[in-house]
């Protein structure tokens, strides 16, 4: 353990007999001493035996130890190029010394002595210089310096207690050029880790002052502290448990910049492209429960940012958790004074706030505030006052406080929790405030970027820290131009998740706006959870107010929108999502993702309804559709990009229609349809009336028939298939119920695969072509009809009711589509007619009939109607007004009554059209022992006709009894009858009721000539 390449000792041995032991010199040369404590606490330099290291038993006298009862002088002990380690396997601490170089000397023990020295303590080299005077009872007086290359230690006092509890009271003095360094160096050299300190303690250091040391407290009174150019004075008093720390420091000047500028920047790793760099985890803040705290802190000027902040004073007192400002005061840059106090009670405290001055601008500069945007005429003088206060150092308070800006003027209210992050509470109420006048002109905020570089997106904000909630009540507030009126909001930002409790605009462009929800992750991709409510907002106001441009192509004007939208910006889920604009309501249930590809949206409620369609279609910039007016739907939408469908109820111009719509958008899109409707009347849908009798009348001529072109390139605009049943499908006087209809279009040909349904009383299928992919259009189609009941038909087309029975046709025709006059020029059809039909008059009117040609005159005339509203209708249903007398019109009267009237007369024939003249020369109808056989031309350009009607009767069928023939104008023709005598009546009056023959006809009755006056009508 011990060792040695030389020892010398000289010892007086005359006075060993006296009870002294006198060294005259001890000299070791090149000693090497091994010191070692188990982990177990065992030493190798404890020599007594286990039973002395025991426990005495009570009342025992302790052992004495080795030397009691000797005086031990050393006049000189040598130590050369000692050498001593200590290894503390309890304490996990290696201490080695060596290139010891000692010389002591001992005049009693323990002292007085003196000790002079230097040696290497694990590698760092230092001297040491001891003198201990005798001792005053407990009271050991020493002065000790200890010298490190860089600085040195001086401890001038005395240890007190010695037996008890040790404490050294006197002074100390320090002055190193590096504390920072002399500290490491002295905690190595005691074989204690080196503490992590800051690199702004890495300078010169002066200390002197008073010191009281023991392992209860340490106390430096009236000390005097220069650090670097730093200087300051005071006394600092800590007592370890429990805690209690009451100091006071006054500094003449303090630099800060220097501090913070010798601070370690530690390099991190840069962040993996396109992510933030990682956040640091916060630090707990925690202050032991049992601390009590006094410190009075000033300074006459401290140095921060480039700037004297001057007679700064801090007085704070915490006690059992609560904390007293006693004054807390500076005059800041800008000439901006502050003065705080606050008092405790319990455990809260209560005080007041002032801060004013006339330079706002300049203090918000000190503090790293950018305000260059802001224009140089604000941010000047301003004033803050308020109550201050807290609970211990949970939170911090400013309430009922007045602040004015500029002249405007505020109140509200501030609260810090006092947490990692601190949490800050803000209220503000304002009757007026201008944001325009604080904020920088648009044309001064948008700079453009340099030339040919492109701009950069801003990185995302990381606003996880920050944990703050402003509440906001303004009663007017100017902003980008609009004036914003009745502004209450209620907003939280916390973790990075921005809360709305509550945020409402009573007046905003024209309307009110209200929000409520959540929007989490903000600053890197935000996370929506919104309530809106927005009545009659003006979009282009509101859009111009975020600095935004207009977005649609023609004005919105006022926008309303009530309900909740959730999701990403690219990825949204709407709950009851109701917009209404432009005349339309829109309402959405569903998901909206706005992709690169473009959108894609599922929506499984979706309704819209609109005054005009063409108002919506031109706010997004595109051609209207050539339907407008009302239109309403509610079903579910989907699609994308590429696909568009619905399935659901719509209403248009009245009609209810319910089914499913498909549309494959590409160059040329493709329509998939199935639809059911009730009652389609297709010229309520796309406009113009019917062609009745009044326009019948227009005359005939070529201009009866447009020669404006077709437009059918909306053919070849889109490809289809199309699906249709329809209770009733009606274009003016034709009218199918039960309708179905399977269509397609592709290349501009539309093909009717199927048109069919119940057609007055009967039955009509028509398929066909229009081939709008040729130049001219063309038409190529075939129609059959079935049972058709001529009693209603007739009156529908034609306005009579004199026609009944049934009717079956198949006409096949085709025509060129350039014009409506090309297609009544170009038309090609053939077609048979077969079936009954029925002539019908009244019991009246047969009776006239049977007095025509006996009474004459006005009998005549009258009877002429009856005649022209049964054979018209024959001909073609076109006869309309012949008023004049005919020849022979009494014998054609009996005949049509006595033949054709009142039966079920078969009819068949062939009609073809070329070139626009429809023509037939077999019509044929069968009566009593009478048939009709009908020939005519009418030309469907000039709207011309000619038109025979032969009648024959079975006792002389080789000649027509009645001719009838039909010239000129369609609408208004002329009409002649001729008759041959054949089928006449053989009858005789009798005698006595014969004229003479020079006697005019007696008038007629007066009932029977009021009947024949209304058949002349």
Do not use: C
């Amino acid at each position: 353990m011990i060792e040695a390449k030389s020892l010398r000792l000289a010892v007086g041995v005359f006075s060993l007999l006296a009870g002294r032991l006198d060294v005259s010199e001890l000299k070791l040369v090149e000693p090497r001493i091994a010191l070692e404590v188990t982990a177990d606490g065992r030493a190798n330099y404890d020599f007594s035996p286990p039973a002395s290291r025991q426990p005495s038993a009570a009342g025992a006298a302790p052992p004495k130890a080795a030397g009691e009862g000797y005086r031990i002088t050393a006049e000189r002990v040598v130590v050369e190029n000692g050498t001593v380690s200590l290894i503390d396997a309890r304490a996990k601490r290696e201490i080695r010394l060596e290139q010891i170089a000692l010389t002591a000397s001992l005049q009693g023990l323990p002292a007085p002595a003196t000790l002079n020295g230097t040696m290497v303590a694990n590698g760092v080299r230092l001297a040491l210089e001891v003198n201990l005077a005798t001792p005053d009872g407990a009271r050991q007086p020493v002065e000790a310096v200890l010298k490190l290359d860089d600085g040195d230690l001086r401890l001038t006092g005395a240890i007190e207690d010695l037996a008890k509890a040790p404490r050294y009271v006197g002074s100390v003095k320090l002055a190193a050029a590096d504390f920072a360094g002399f500290v490491t160096r002295l905690a190595r050299a005691t074989g204690t880790p080196p503490p992590e300190l800051p690199p702004a303690l890495a300078r010169k250091v002066a200390y002197e002052g008073g010191l009281d040391a023991s392992a209860a407290a340490i106390v430096a009174r009236d000390f005097k502290l220069g650090f670097g150019e730093d200087s300051g004075a005071g006394s600092l008093s800590v007592a370890l448990s429990p805690l209690k720390i009451d100091g006071k420091l006054n500094f003449t000047r303090l630099d800060l910049d220097k501090w913070m500028a010798a601070a370690p920047t530690t390099p991190t790793a840069a962040p993996a492209p396109g992510k933030p760099a990682p956040r640091p985890a916060a630090q707990p803040v925690g202050v032991p429960a049992d601390l009590a705290l006094k410190l009075d802190l000033r300074a006459t000027e401290i140095v921060y940012g480039g700037r004297g902040v001057k007679d700064f004073v801090v007085d704070v007192e915490l006690a059992q958790g609560s904390l007293s400002v006693r004054k807390l005061a500076a005059i800041l840059p800008g000439g901006t004074r502050l003065d705080a106090s606050s008092s405790a009670q319990g455990k809260a405290h209560r005080g007041t706030i002032s801060l004013d001055g006339e330079k706002l601008r300049e203090l918000l500069t000190w503090l790293k505030v950018d305000v260059a945007s802001v224009p140089q005429s604000k941010l000047g003088a301003f004033s803050l006052k308020g109550t201050l206060a807290g609970s211990g150092l949970d939170t911090l308070s400013i309430s009922d406080a007045t602040a004015q800006l500029d002249g405007t003027s505020m109140k509200g209210a501030l609260t810090v929790a006092l947490k990692a992050p601190p949490a800050i509470t803000l209220e503000v109420q304002a009757d007026a405030l201008d944001l325009d006048a604080w904020l920088p002109k648009q044309a001064d905020a948008a700079r453009p970027a340099a030339k040919g570089a492109a701009p950069q997106p801003a990185a995302p904000a990381d606003l996880s820290g920050v944990d703050a909630r402003v509440k906001a009540k303004i009663g007017r507030l100017t902003y980008g131009g609009e004036r914003l009126d009745g502004v209450d909001a209620d907003v939280t930002l916390r973790g990075g998740r921005l809360t709305i409790a509550d945020a409402r605009i009573a007046g905003i462009a024209g309307g009110s706006l209200g929000l409520k929800g959540s929007v989490a992750n903000l600053g890197a991709a935000p996370v929506f959870d919104l309530n809106i409510g927005a009545q009659n907002v003006n979009v282009e106001r509101l859009a111009k107010l975020a600095h935004q441009p207009p977005p649609t192509k023609a004005p919105i004007g006022a926008l309303t929108v009530q309900g909740g939208i959730a999701g990403t910006a690219n990825d949204l889920t709407m709950r009851d999502l109701q917009i209404a604009a432009l005349g339309s309501q829109l309402r959405l249930t569903g998901k909206l993702a706005l992709q690169h590809g473009g959108p894609r949206y599922d929506f499984s409620a979706f309704s819209l309804r609109t005054d005009d369609l063409g108002r919506l279609f031109a706010a997004i910039g595109q051609d209207p559709p050539g339907v407008t007016g009302d239109i309403s739907a509610a079903g579910a939408l989907q699609g994308d990009p590429k696909v568009v469908s619905y399935r659901g109820n719509f209403a248009l111009k009245g009609i209810q229609a319910q089914g499913s719509v498909r549309v494959d958008i590409a160059a040329v899109p493709r329509i998939t349809a199935d639809l059911r409707v009730g009652d389609l009347d297709i010229e309520k849908l796309i406009g113009g009336g019917a062609a009745g009798p009044a326009a019948a009348s227009a005359g005939g001529g070529g201009g009866r028939h447009s020669r404006a072109p077709i437009d059918l390139s909306p053919l070849k605009a889109l490809d289809g298939q199309f699906k249709l049943v329809a209770a009733t499908l009606q274009k003016g006087v034709w009218r199918l119920e039960n309708a179905q209809l399977e269509a397609s279009l592709k290349g501009g040909v539309l093909t009717i695969a199927r048109l069919n349904g119940g057609f007055y009383g009967g039955a009509l299928d028509l398929t066909g072509k229009v081939d709008g992919a040729r130049a001219p259009g063309h038409l190529d189609a075939r129609v059959s009809a079935a049972n058709v009941n001529l009693g209603r038909f007739v009156p529908a087309v034609v306005g009579s009711n004199r026609i009944g029975g049934v009717m079956n046709a198949n006409v096949a025709f085709n025509a060129s589509l350039a014009s409506v006059h090309d297609f009544v020029s170009t038309v090609d059809a053939d077609g048979k007619i077969n079936g009954t039909v029925r002539f019908n008059v009244t019991d009246a009117e047969r009776i006239a009939g049977q007095a025509v040609g006996v009474v004459g005159g006005a009998a005549t005339q009258g009877a002429a109607g009856v005649l022209r509203d049964i054979t018209g209708p024959v001909i073609g249903g076109l006869a309309r007004g012949a008023g004049d007398t005919v020849e022979g019109l009494g014998l054609a009267v009996r005949i049509a009554m006595d033949r054709f009237v009142g039966r079920n007369a078969p009819m068949s024939g062939d009609i073809t059209v070329r070139d626009g003249v429809l023509s037939t020369n077999n019509t044929r109808v069968d009566g009593e022992r009478a048939w009709a056989m009908v020939v005519a031309n009418i030309n469907l350009p000039a709207w011309t006709q000619d038109t025979t009607l032969n009648v024959f009767v079975q006792e002389d069928p080789s000649r027509p009894a009645v001719t009838v023939r039909q010239t000129g104008s369609v609408d208004n023709p002329r009409r002649a009858i001729a008759t041959s005598g054949a089928g006449a009546p053989q009858q005789q009056q009798p005698p006595q009721q014969q004229a003479p023959p020079q006697q005019r006809p007696s008038p007629v009755p007066g009932p029977v000539r009021d009947i024949l006056k209304g058949l002349g009508r």
